[in-house]
C-alpha cells in the first residue's frame, strides 16, 4: 500500500487536494471532531484538565477554543491526550484499507509528529498568503486561534524540504487538478520501479 501524505499551512487546500487523488483519505481534523462528539474517555480525561471551562458533553468547539486562547500552553495538553486516539484511528483506518493501492494522509501535524516512514510519499501544499488569507475569511475561521496553532507547527521552508513533492495550489480547480494527476502518476511509476 502506497501512504500519500498531505502536509501544508493552514488554509493552503490540503483536505480538497486530498479528495482529488481518489485513494481512500484519513483526514485528521475530521476523527478529531469526531472524537469531541462520542468519546466519553476524552471528554472525561480534558475535564480533569479543565474542570472549570468543560462541563457538558459532547465537548464544544468554542469551549476548546477559549482554552487554547486562554493559555498558548493548553494546546499541548489537548494534543497529548487526543493524539493518542487520532493515532489509535489512523493505524485502524491503514489495517481497514492495507489491500488499496494507495491511501491519502490529511493530517496537519502529519511531520510535527514523526508520522512519517521512510517509504511515505510526501506532498506540500504551497499557497499565496493573500489565497489562504481569503479561504480563512471566507471559512470564518478565528484569526488569533490560527496563529496560536502555526506556533506549534514547522516551517513551511522546513516542511517543503521534507517532501517528496509540491502542489502550488492557486485555488483553480483545472490546474489543481492536473497538478494532481501528475503527481500521482510520478507516485505509482516510483512504486513500479521500487518493487
Known amino acids: 500500500m502506497i501512504k500519500i501524505a498531505i502536509v501544508g499551512e493552514i488554509g493552503s487546500g490540503k483536505t480538497f487536494i486530498s479528495k482529488l487523488f481518489g485513494y481512500p483519505v484519513f483526514n485528521a ?14 471528554f472525561n480525561k ?3 484538565k479543565f474542570p472549570k471551562q468543560i462541563n457538558s458533553f459532547p465537548i464544544k468547539k468554542k469551549c476548546l477554543i477559549d482554552i487554547i486562547l486562554k493559555k498558548k500552553y493548553n494546546i499541548k495538553i489537548i ?18 484499507n492495507k489491500n488499496k493501492k494507495a491511501v491519502v494522509l490529511d493530517i496537519p501535524l502529519f511531520l510535527e ?9 510526501i506532498i506540500f501544499v504551497n499557497s499565496k498568503i493573500k489565497d489562504i488569507k481569503k479561504k480563512i475569511l ?15 507547527q514547522l516551517s513551511k521552508e522546513i516542511k517543503k524540504k521534507k517532501s517528496n513533492y509540491i502542489i502550488n495550489n492557486n485555488f483553480k480547480i483545472n490546474k489543481v487538478k492536473k497538478d494532481v494527476k501528475i503527481i500521482r502518476g510520478k507516485i505509482l511509476k516510483n512504486e513500479r520501479n521500487y518493487t
Open 29 to 42: 481534523d475530521d476523527e478529531v471532531v469526531e472524537i469531541y462528539k462520542k468519546n466519553r474517555k476524552c
Open 46 to 48: 480534558l475535564k480533569k
Open 79 to 96: 494534543n497529548k491526550i487526543v493524539h493518542p486516539m487520532v493515532r489509535l484511528r489512523m493505524n485502524n483506518f491503514l489495517k481497514k
Open 113 to 121: 509528529n514523526n508520522l512519517n516512514k521512510k517509504k511515505d510519499n
Open 138 to 152: 471566507k471559512r470564518n475561521m478565528n484569526h488569533k486561534l490560527i496563529e496560536t496553532l502555526r506556533t506549534f
